[in-house]
């Protein structure tokens, strides 16, 4: 048996009498003690690790204040391996995530005394979700901009995601609004390489974007990646705003949280959130941190539109989490259940849910079916693979939504519609 030592700096961090306050940030966490270790203290051992705690008692410990920031473990479900800590908002600075995540989301990782810990979801009280922006535009405004009322915007990514040129970049950007697309972006590892360079890039895809508009009637947004070193990202965007951008995108998780709190503050234009990296935090179910978490400080900060999984794509994530996380970034409240916590966002924008990952148009009216009519459908190879090409694929992709919404089945409206029939007859072997 390994000696948990728990008389000294880990010992008082239990209290299932506690009742967590409003003020209060309540974290849930899975934890897998290692051989040798109590469940109970491991959880103990969490709470103080990422607070006032450490492996032995302290001779420079101010009673008073050490009493006032110490975490309550609250909750304790041995069977499930599930706790839930409560967190004195005092510990943390307001307006600062990367203290908030360094703090909670710190040295507990690396402790032996645990083989797997795994960050389930956070209660974010008032006074902290006041400290940042929120979206600055969210789904109502998104949708006031692009005029679209009742059904879910039709996005794409151009492919492949490197390897073509800024002209030809623009070109399949064209094609895809002209097929019907509101949305086009980058994809996520397209920067500013030598083979097709920031500026030029937008610039062509700019003007692309205000011809299409003219030939279709429709507005269109550019999702540009401008994800740099933090200096150089502020001067992209400024770019963007100078040369009639509207929209950027910013791969949030590899650019950190507070370069996505910097943009947030720097530019009035929406920002589309990429999750790339995600599964290095929440693929394993035993150790890291939920794609939950992800979503909640992404609309905390101020994100407009948050990739978040299919179910029924190439992406990892089953229908519950996807749902769950939708909700949890589009409504005013979830309630707290034996699963997850509550959160009220307290006016908080709510931000547009992206199911994208292996979307087709086969499986767009499952996306819609239970994820509503407040998503966007976005697609890359589900639209660039058609075999007549781009502009035949969005509209394909674009009727399969109309069809949906129309409550009319994919195949009957496929009977009028040849693109969307060719589509479903060209996919028709893929799972």
């Not at 019907?180 to 996520?188: S, T």
Request: hydrophobic letters at 35%; glycine letters at 8%.
């Amino acid at each position: 048996m390994v000696e948990t030592k728990l008389k000294s700096g880990y010992r008082s961090f239990i209290d299932l009498k506690y009742k967590p306050r409003d003020t209060d940030v309540l974290c849930q966490f899975k934890i897998t003690p290692a051989k040798g270790y109590e469940f109970n203290d491991v959880a103990s051992m969490v709470a103080g690790e990422s607070s006032v705690g450490t492996w032995t008692d302290v001779k420079t410990m101010n009673p008073k204040i050490g009493k006032k920031l110490a975490p309550k473990v609250y909750y304790l479900d041995k069977e499930n391996k599930r706790i839930r800590i409560a967190y004195p908002l005092d510990l943390f600075e307001l307006g600062n995530l990367p203290c908030v995540m360094s703090s909670i989301g710190g040295n507990i990782y690396g402790m032996k005394s645990a083989d797997g810990i795994l960050w389930e979801d956070v209660r974010i009280p008032k006074k902290m979700l006041k400290s940042f922006k929120g979206p600055r535009y969210g789904i109502k405004g998104i949708r006031k901009y692009l005029k679209i009322k009742d059904r879910p915007l039709v996005g794409t990514i151009v492919k492949p995601k490197v390897g073509l040129t800024s002209k030809e970049h623009a070109k399949v950007a064209y094609e895809s609004w002209l097929g019907g697309c509101d949305v086009v972006k980058d994809d996520e590892n397209l920067t500013s390489q030598n083979f097709n360079k920031f500026k030029k890039r937008f610039l062509l895809t700019i003007k692309a974007l205000k011809k299409a508009e003219k030939e279709t009637g429709e507005k269109k947004v550019y999702l540009i990646n401008c994800t740099a070193e933090c200096e150089e990202m502020k001067r992209r965007i400024k770019f963007v705003e100078e040369n009639g951008g509207n929209y950027i995108m910013l791969d949030i998780l590899t650019l950190g949280w507070s370069a996505l709190q910097t943009a947030r503050n720097f530019t009035k234009l929406p920002i589309h959130a990429h999750r790339a990296g995600h599964a290095m935090f929440d693929r394993n179910p035993e150790h890291g941190m939920s794609m939950e978490i992800i979503a909640q400080w992404a609309r905390m900060v101020g994100v407009d539109t948050l990739h978040i999984g299919t179910a029924y794509g190439k992406m990892t994530g089953d229908k519950n989490e996807v749902l769950h996380i939708e909700q949890e970034i589009e409504n005013n409240f979830t309630p707290e259940t034996k699963n997850n916590l509550e959160q009220k966002w307290y006016g908080t924008k709510p931000v547009f849910a992206v199911a994208s990952g292996g979307v087709y148009p086969r499986i767009v009216d499952k996306i819609i079916d239970f994820m509503g009519k407040d998503v966007v459908i976005q697609a890359g190879g589900g639209i660039h693979g058609h075999p007549q090409g781009t502009i035949v694929g969005a509209r394909a992709m674009r009727q399969a939504v109309d069809a949906t919404m129309k409550k009319i089945s994919l195949d009957e409206y496929a009977k009028t519609h040849p693109e969307l029939k060719t589509a479903l007859e060209y996919w028709s072997n893929v799972r």
